[in-house]
């Protein structure tokens, strides 16, 4: 009895398996499917607004604007329905803007973190001012993002009417070389910036999935897969790894200029905690940034571990801060499963009690 | 009932699970140290040169054909798009200082509506145009 039941069961799970296989291997995973409309472009950097599900007087007043970093796909921040950050801040009445950098080509190999933080988010920032008719906004920055929006906040933030600032897991401070995977593989006497640079213009998008990898070789090209074997027969835990592996495998160079500043000036010169960052003869000073401050380190993160944002609320000019940890990595924290339950609700709630 | 507890599958997983984990550890110590990435540097340093070299000497030469036939190199099209970024920037700054006018005429011409109306005069009709959908 029980032979002729499993028989059937069998082989429709070894159909499943089939088929998911099929998929993976085949297809790109549909990711970033919340509703949003293109309000503003400037050469490859896109403002997307997402279309509210909550009438205008039961909306937040404060925009929300999301910055990602800048060599990867903003599309993390809204992987799949039912697992998406921003769908989350959509149902929840914000009036959502996402800043998209887009692809840079040979032609931005000039770009510098200049021209990001100083030319295309004050802009950005103005079209979405000018949308939502509003003189203040949040901003949330994730990974390079938050060192954009940092950056941002301590030279433009509180002319321009930053209030709130969210930063998660923001690679800040580089002071603890040897804590630091990424520090040692970039430290000058094995990696030539320059060579790379004069090589490939832009900083190759796969040289950097493959730098991130190594931070974890084992778990990144085989743990993955593995995974994904031990449970090829359950459909919602493969769509989920299917999006995932979609957005990691979508990498996007770095603008060789930004990546060259980045190199010398943050993770060799740590210029920003030290005090000495010019930015397009601008000094950066973090005593200027004054918005309400919501500092996200992931506890176990590899690639921004905490040593790197935690000495950031002593710098500060904020009066309102707050350092929140929470358990996860440096992607799965915001992306991960356990993310709607635990980051999500505490980052919507830090930002809405201060966006009305 | 005695073999329910039993499940080979699991028991091969579990290995493998310990084995991945000693090899994660290992790599993880190797990839990390200061002699691994001292070979990195030294195999990718002649890798970039060439790779730098190849870029120039392709350069030099489709720029010549290029030239020859009276077309825009690689670097002059670089240039142009990044002329065009500038000219972008320019467009975005004016299209903003307009909407800014355009609010402050409107609400200008919002605090004239409390007041008596004047006889229409040349200045007053700029702002009369219909706002396009590409306006907004």
């Known amino acids: 009895m029980a032979e002729t039941e499993s028989a059937p069961g069998m082989i429709e799970k070894l159909s499943t398996m089939f088929d998911n296989l099929v998929k993976v291997t085949t297809t790109k995973a549909p990711i970033a499917q919340t509703p949003k409309q293109a309000i503003w472009r400037l050469n490859k950097a896109t403002l997307y607004r997402y279309t509210p599900v909550k009438p205008a007087e039961e909306r937040h007043r404060t925009p929300l604007l999301l910055i990602f970093a800048l060599m990867n796909k903003s599309s993390i921040l809204d992987l799949r329905p039912g697992n998406s950050f921003v769908e989350y801040m959509v149902n929840k009445g914000y009036d959502l803007y996402l800043l998209d950098w887009g692809v840079p080509g040979p032609e931005d190999a000039h770009l510098e973190l200049a021209d990001y933080v100083l030319e295309y988010i004050p802009r950005a920032v103005r079209k979405m001012k000018q949308v939502s008719g509003s003189e203040t906004f949040s901003l949330l920055g994730w990974c390079i993002g938050a060192m954009l929006s940092t950056l941002y906040a301590s030279l433009r933030g509180h002319s321009e009417g930053l209030k709130n600032l969210t930063l998660l897991t923001a690679p800040l401070d580089f002071t603890d070389k040897e804590e630091i995977s990424l520090a040692r593989m970039t430290e000058e006497r094995y990696f030539d910036v320059d060579r790379v640079l004069q090589a490939f213009g832009n900083m190759p998008a796969g040289l950097i999935d493959y730098g991130a990898k190594m931070l974890k070789p084992v778990e990144n090209f085989v743990g993955g897969y593995m995974r994904l074997l031990d449970n090829l027969d359950n459909t919602k835990v493969v769509d989920s790894w299917h999006a995932m592996n979609t957005w990691v495998n979508d990498a996007i160079p770095l603008a060789g200029g930004a990546y060259r500043q980045f190199i010398v000036d943050f993770y060799r010169g740590n210029k920003l905690m030290n005090g000495t960052l010019t930015i397009r003869g601008e000094k950066v000073d973090l005593k200027n940034l004054k918005a309400n401050l919501l500092n996200v380190i992931a506890e176990d993160d590899h690639i921004t571990p905490p040593c790197q944002s935690k000495r950031l609320m002593d710098k500060v000019g904020s009066a309102d801060k707050l350092e929140l940890r929470v358990p996860g990595g440096h992607i799965g924290v915001m992306a991960g499963s356990g993310a709607s339950k635990g980051t999500w609700p505490k980052v919507e709630s830090w930002i809405a009690a201060r966006s009305d | ?136």
């Open chain 2, 1 to 136: 009932m005695a073999d329910k507890g039993f499940d080979p599958m699991k028991l091969m997983r579990d290995a493998r699970d310990t084995g991945m984990d000693a090899w994660a550890k290992l790599m993880l110590r190797l990839t990390g140290s200061h002699q691994y990435q001292r070979m990195q540097g030294f195999i990718s340093k002649p890798t970039l040169l060439a790779i730098a070299m190849f870029r120039k000497a392709s350069d030099s030469t489709m720029g010549g054909v290029l030239g020859n036939l009276n077309m825009p190199s690689r670097e002059e099209v670089l240039q142009i798009s990044q002329r065009l970024t500038h000219i972008e920037m320019a467009l975005d700054d004016l299209a903003a200082g307009l909407d800014q006018l355009r609010r402050s005429a409107g609400a200008g011409a919002g605090a004239a509506a409390s007041k008596p109306q004047r006889s229409p005069s040349r200045d007053v009709p700029t702002e009369t145009r219909p706002v396009s959908a590409k306006d907004a």
